[in-house]
């Protein structure tokens, strides 16, 4: 008789990937293209059409990330009574923090 076999060991859980990465900042800049047009302008290349729908493609990434990015359909007033509401929010929670240190229920190790 043949004993019993072992079942394979776990795999190990997958590795999470780690969350994107924000664009770097120069993904934002417009002037290295602006100062390659400008050479080119300045050689008379016919590089110069390339360069520009670059450009073109860029403001059109930009406006795309712009109008995707949360918060941006609220008008000024709206984050002006956001920005009260968690500043008075902030402003309680401290007065309470100050309150329950004042109790002296926690002690608090001294360096």
Same mark, same amino acid.
């Given at each position: 008789a043949r004993a019993a076999e072992e079942p394979p060991p776990p795999e190990p859980p997958a590795e999470?990937?780690?969350?994107p990465l924000p664009p770097a900042q120069e993904e934002f800049s417009f002037l290295p293209l602006v100062h390659d047009i400008i050479k080119c302008m300045d050689k008379d290349s016919q590089d110069v059409h390339q360069v520009l729908n670059e450009l073109k493609n860029k403001f059109q990434e930009m406006r795309k990330l712009i109008s995707s990015m949360?918060?941006?359909?609220?008008?000024? $007033?709206?984050? #002006?009574?956001q920005l009260q509401n968690l500043r008075e929010q902030v402003r309680t929670?401290? $007065?309470?923090? #100050?309150?329950?240190?004042?109790?002296?229920?926690?002690?608090?190790?001294?360096?």
């Amino acid at each position: 008789a043949r004993a019993a076999e072992e079942p394979p060991p776990p795999e190990p859980p997958a590795e999470q990937k780690p969350p994107p990465l924000p664009p770097a900042q120069e993904e934002f800049s417009f002037l290295p293209l602006v100062h390659d047009i400008i050479k080119c302008m300045d050689k008379d290349s016919q590089d110069v059409h390339q360069v520009l729908n670059e450009l073109k493609n860029k403001f059109q990434e930009m406006r795309k990330l712009i109008s995707s990015m949360p918060g941006i359909g609220v008008s000024p $007033e709206q984050q #002006q009574q956001q920005l009260q509401n968690l500043r008075e929010q902030v402003r309680t929670k401290n $007065e309470l923090l #100050q309150k329950y240190k004042s109790l002296c229920m926690f002690e608090i190790p001294k360096e």
